[in-house]
């Protein structure tokens, strides 16, 4: 029997695939995200993937909001911060990569 061979391509439109933002979470999220308990995460994930240090420099700028997790090789990017900093720095980062770098942004989600 002869063995097959499976190739997975990624190609990646200039996209935002997730914005969403965690008000109040359970204290159980800082401890497995390790990061510092706060007000709210937000979660976003990019393609193409390297846009996510794109995304944590404007999210830094727009707000006071720190960086708990940042992988420009999935293009996911955690930001932490009061619920307020961290919904105006996921909808910065959605703004700019939209009318700046003609993206498709998506809608903006809470829990």
Known sequence: MEKQRVIQEYVP??????SHVIANPDPILYEKLGIE?????????????ETAIIAA?????????????????TGSLVISGEVSAVEMAVRAVNTFLSEKLDFTPSSITRS
């Open 57 to 73: 420099d404007i999210a830094t700028k727009a707000a006071v909001v720190g960086i708990g997790y940042l992988d420009r090789f």
């Open 13 to 18: 439109g200039k996209q935002v695939t997730l």
């Open 37 to 49: 308990e706060v007000g709210a995460i937000g979660i976003m994930t990019l393609t193409p993937t």
